[in-house]
T-cell receptor, first 116, second 110 residues
């Protein structure tokens, strides 16, 4: 079946502009995660959605970052007033059902964001 | 604080040589440990998890709670093992969020 998809695959923007990154999880997966992969920082957790529960936003680096998940499926990560340090690959993952910690997370191909 | 440390950014070995990618963690409870791998131009994917105690592609990893380590080992490296390897920890109840290490690039030379 189809895996996790993300769009766009690449995004180049100017400092100060807002960007939206999209994630389509695997159908039926109730848990959705956003991570950031950057040089020198490795992979950082950003935010996690589980069903209709309030999202865990503990990894968001600043209030310029926000995310939503509509209808328990598609998610959008928004970065306002982008800064050069926001340049990274943003990865989305989904899993069948969190609360069972061993669930495998399936990752998307990522969106490479470059802030000039 | 929860933390995963992979001390080596790059590990370079010759084909057929043994491989050990180091991973140490910091967590006060009972963690779940994973190894994820990202091959060139492919997605990040799960390689193995400690609770399964399985061998995948010849790789094994044993959780050592005394040393708080979860090193990844393979007795004979193959060129196709060249990739970026991430050790990850899941330690929070009712979430699956992963705390990743910095990653180690494994380069297997012919």
């Amino acid at each position: 079946g189809a895996g996790v998809s993300q769009s766009p695959s690449n995004k180049v923007t100017e400092k100060g502009k807002d960007v939206e990154l999209r994630c389509d999880p695997i159908s039926g997966h109730t848990a959705l995660y956003w991570y950031r992969q950057s040089l020198g920082q490795g992979l950082e957790f950003l935010i996690y959605f589980q069903g209709n529960s309030a999202p865990d936003k503990s990894g968001l680096p600043s209030d310029r970052f926000s995310a939503e998940r509509t209808g328990g499926s598609v998610s959008t990560l928004t970065i306002q007033r982008t800064q050069q340090e926001d340049s990274a690959v943003y990865l989305c993952a989904s899993s069948l059902s969190s609360g069972v910690r061993t669930d495998t997370q399936y990752f998307g191909p990522g969106t490479r964001l470059t802030v000039l | 604080a929860q933390r995963v440390t992979q001390p080596e950014k790059l590990l370079s070995v010759f084909k057929g040589a043994p491989v050990e990618l180091k991973c140490n963690y910091s967590y006060s409870g009972s963690p779940e440990l994973f190894w994820y791998v990202q091959y060139s131009r492919q997605r990040l994917q799960l390689l193995l998890r400690h609770i399964s105690r399985e061998s995948i592609k010849g790789f094994t990893a044993d959780l050592n709670k005394g040393e708080t380590s979860f090193h990844l080992k393979k007795p004979f490296a193959q060129e196709e093992d060249s990739a970026m390897y991430y050790c990850a920890l899941s330690g929070l109840s009712n979430t699956g969020k992963l705390i990743f290490g910095q990653g180690t690039t494994l380069q297997v030379k012919p």
